[in-house]
Structure formats: C-alpha cells, structure tokens
C-alpha cells in the first residue's frame, strides 16, 4: 500500500498514511491526530524496491 503524507489545516502537522489507492481516491481521510478532514496533500518521493537481482 502506498504512503501518502499530508498537512492538517486543524492541527498543522504534518501526517504520514498508509492507505490503499481506492481509499485516497474516496477523499473521506481524517487525520490521525485531531480527526479533522481538512487535509492537503503534499509531493514525497517515490520509492520502488525490486526482486531482481542486477
């Protein structure tokens, strides 16, 4: 599942989610500090790990 981060307008923190595709697409994400709603997504980076050995 992906990690996806987030800043609260509530709180103002910074909160980071493991959340499947259909759930961040859904939008109904609180946060996991004070439970507000009012949540903006912010650019991480990306990291992909590989079974193959090079």
């Known amino acids: 599942m992906p990690l ?3 800043y609260c ?4 923190k910074e909160v980071s989610m ?8 859904k939008g109904k ?7 507000g709603r009012e949540l903006r997504p ?3 980076t990306f990291f992909a790990k590989t079974s193959r050995k090079s």
């Open 9 to 12: 307008e509530k709180c103002r």
């Open 4 to 6: 996806y981060e987030f």
């Open 29 to 35: 994400v609180a946060c996991p500090t004070c439970g």
């Open 18 to 25: 493991t959340l499947t595709i259909s759930e961040r697409e």
């Open 42 to 44: 912010l650019v991480g």
